[in-house]
């Protein structure tokens, strides 16, 4: 199971940084994803990290701004939000990847079987 929190209302330029707690023994066997949906948008990926934290994903609209990070001790995932700009506004989830890294990098949604509930960050101008 997993609980993300950390969301909130932001000016453009500020920072944020978002959590994803898990239950379980198995975390650290997980590739990890964020994925964010914006209002009459789909969901689309924002980044990925492998089970170790050794390598890790983004898609090109946050990369060198977002930096997506874990603590298999403490059995969390985290997504540091800089430089926020007004598009970023989005419910943000964490998800747990059925599939190897080498398919979790790529971000593609079906290889994702299990979401947290999402929490939403808006980015005010």
């Known amino acids: 199971q997993l609980q993300a929190f950390g969301g909130g209302l932001v000016q453009s330029g500020d920072s944020l940084r978002l959590s994803c707690a898990a239950s379980g023994r198995t975390f650290s066997s997980y590739e990890m994803g964020w994925f964010r949906q914006a209002p009459g948008k789909e969901r689309e990926f924002v980044a990925a990290?492998?089970?170790?934290?050794?390598?890790?994903n983004y898609a090109d609209s946050v990369k060198g701004r977002f930096t997506i990070s874990r603590d298999n001790a403490k059995n969390t995932v985290y997504l540091q939000m800089n430089s926020l700009k007004v598009e970023d506004t989005a419910v943000y989830y964490c998800?747990?990847?059925?599939?190897?890294?080498?398919?979790?990098?790529?971000?593609?949604?079906?290889?994702?079987?299990?979401w947290g509930q999402g929490t939403l960050v808006t980015v005010s101008s």
């Open positions: 998800a747990a990847a059925d599939t190897i890294w080498a398919s979790a990098r790529q971000g593609h949604l079906q290889d994702y079987g299990s």
């Open positions: 990290v492998s089970f170790g934290g050794g390598s890790t």
